[in-house]
């Protein structure tokens, strides 16, 4: 039986890798093989090429440049670690996957709509997320979590109004796929963010189970 793909969303500081452990302490209880994962990045090479998107630089970086980066991590990180471990009955999270593209790529640059889901037909394929988990939070809620934490990459640098349309990407993906696309309101504690990805996760297992 294959494992399920499930991937966190939102702009910088809403909380993906905070949420990521808990969702790992939630399948270590349900006794669910997973495997944990980010984008860009999750193979040795796909991680060289983060660096290569993320890293600031002098030179500017061409819209289409940066966006068959990401592909092609996405290509590598696709058939070295995610299409396996799905066909092995593992379950996948991923901190980001195909959703940010479509946002950051498409929406907060404007890229063509049309190109990402010919590329998304071509590199993800099949292997679309079962489930999305967007955590959304006012931007600059996000830019005061990691304040003081780290230091900016790239794309934090980016501006206010990037940030905004970043946010309101991810909202456009979960009102077109609701099915999918789920949203968590990341502003709360800490606590009531935990316990609506709990909600969100028990109802997810059931449909899937529902589903065998
Ligand atoms: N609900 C919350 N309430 C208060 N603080 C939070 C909450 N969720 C996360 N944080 C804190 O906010 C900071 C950012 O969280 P986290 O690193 O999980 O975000 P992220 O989305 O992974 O960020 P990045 O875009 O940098 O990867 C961390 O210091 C984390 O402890
Ligand atoms: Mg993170």
Do not use: C
Not at 91 to 117: E, T
Not at 139 to 149: C, F
């Amino acid at each position: 039986m294959k494992g399920k793909f499930i991937s966190l969303e939102g702009g910088e500081g809403s909380g993906k890798t905070t949420a990521i452990l808990f969702i790992q302490q939630w399948l270590d209880k349900q006794n669910i093989n997973y495997l944990m994962t980010r984008e860009p990045g999750g193979t040795p090479l796909a991680e060289e090429i983060r660096q290569l998107i993320l890293t600031p630089r002098e030179e500017r970086v061409n819209d289409v440049a940066e966006l068959l980066l990401v592909f092609a991590a996405r290509a590598q990180h696709l058939a070295q670690k995610i299409q396996p471990a799905l066909a092995r009955g593992t379950w996948v999270v991923s901190d980001r996957f195909l959703d940010s593209s479509y946002v950051y790529q498409g929406h907060a640059r404007g890229g063509d709509i049309a190109m990402l889901d010919h590329l998304a037909d071509w590199v993800v394929g099949e292997s679309k997320p079962d489930a999305t988990l967007v955590l959304d939070v006012p931007v600059e809620l996000g830019l005061q979590r990691v304040a003081e934490r780290k230091h900016a990459d790239r794309l934090d640098k980016e501006s206010n109004d990037f940030h905004q349309k970043v946010r309101q990407g991810f909202l456009d993906r979960a009102a077109t796929e609701p099915e999918r696309v789920k949203v968590i309101d990341a502003s709360l504690s800490l606590e009531e963010v935990q316990q609506q990805i709990e909600a969100q996760l028990v109802a997810l297992q059931q449909s899937w189970t529902r589903e065998e």
